[in-house]
């Protein structure tokens, strides 16, 4: 059973700071490509990062340089460090996680809700 928590979510003043974690069950966490996602209301998902089993990580260009994807390999945690926050980035982020021989991300946490004002 695959299960993904996330955490993290919070109101903030432009220019601050948040880090999101996602809680990952073991296999997925040795075995799968995970990344964060985020749904502005009336949009769709949007990829924000990805990191792959050998740790190499994508970013959206809206977000790079400001927000950091990285794994926490004694906690089966995954991070979404989020700096020099926009109000464009608020937004539901998501975990998510596929094996990585799949293209889609068959597994998503319930949501944190990130909101920039």
């Known amino acids: 059973h695959v299960q993904l928590v996330e955490s993290g979510g919070d109101s903030v003043q432009a220019g601050g700071s948040l880090r999101l974690s996602c809680a990952a069950s073991?296999?997925?966490?040795?075995?799968?490509?995970m990344a964060w996602f985020h749904q502005a209301p009336g949009k769709d998902h949007e990829l924000v990062a990805r990191?792959?089993?050998?740790?190499?990580?994508w970013y959206r260009d809206s977000v790079k340089d400001r927000f950091t994807i990285s794994k926490d390999n004694a906690k089966n945690t995954l991070y979404l460090q989020m700096n020099s926050l926009k109000s464009e980035d608020t937004a539901m982020y998501y975990c998510?996680?596929?094996?990585?021989?799949?293209?889609?991300?068959?597994?998503w946490g319930q949501g944190t809700q990130v909101t920039v004002s």
């Open positions: 073991r296999y997925m966490y040795d075995n799968g490509c």
């Open positions: 998510a996680a596929r094996p990585c021989w799949l293209t889609n991300y068959s597994y």
């Open positions: 990191i792959d089993r050998a740790g190499t990580t």
